[in-house]
């Protein structure tokens, strides 16, 4: 069974920087797209940011011009760097691997807290 490895949490002060890093336990292919989820107490799952195979990128609205994801999606490696942190941006960050004609595989989460 695959497992995502996250890594990187934690407690920042608002302003403060964080980086995520997220590796597959085994090789996966056919993965499309690697990214970033974050879920906040009593609201849904939400996308921060997406790596696509050719380097395309996609982020939430609110992440934007803060957050950089980067990574290789064919070694199933990636990275979220997040500056400028805000109380806004504390939730459970999870990993995503997209596979073509295949369920996603998901990490177990981890803890960023952003507060003073």
């Known amino acids: 069974q695959v497992q995502l490895v996250e890594s990187g949490g934690g407690l920042v002060q608002p302003g403060g920087s964080l980086r995520l890093s997220c590796a597959a336990s085994?090789?996966?292919?056919?993965?499309?797209?690697m990214g970033w989820y974050r879920q906040s107490p009593g609201k849904e799952r939400e996308l921060v940011a997406t790596?696509?195979?050719?380097?395309?990128?996609n982020y939430a609205d609110s992440v934007k011009g803060r957050f950089t994801i980067s990574g290789d999606v064919a070694e199933n490696t990636v990275h979220l760097q997040m500056n400028s942190l805000t109380p806004e941006d504390t939730a459970v960050y999870y990993c995503?691997?997209?596979?073509?004609?295949?369920?996603?595989?998901w990490g177990q989460g981890t803890q960023v807290t952003v507060s003073s």
């Open positions: 790596l696509g195979t050719v380097g395309i990128t």
């Open positions: 085994e090789r996966v292919f056919s993965v499309y797209a």
């Open positions: 995503n691997i997209k596979v073509a004609g295949w369920m996603d595989y």
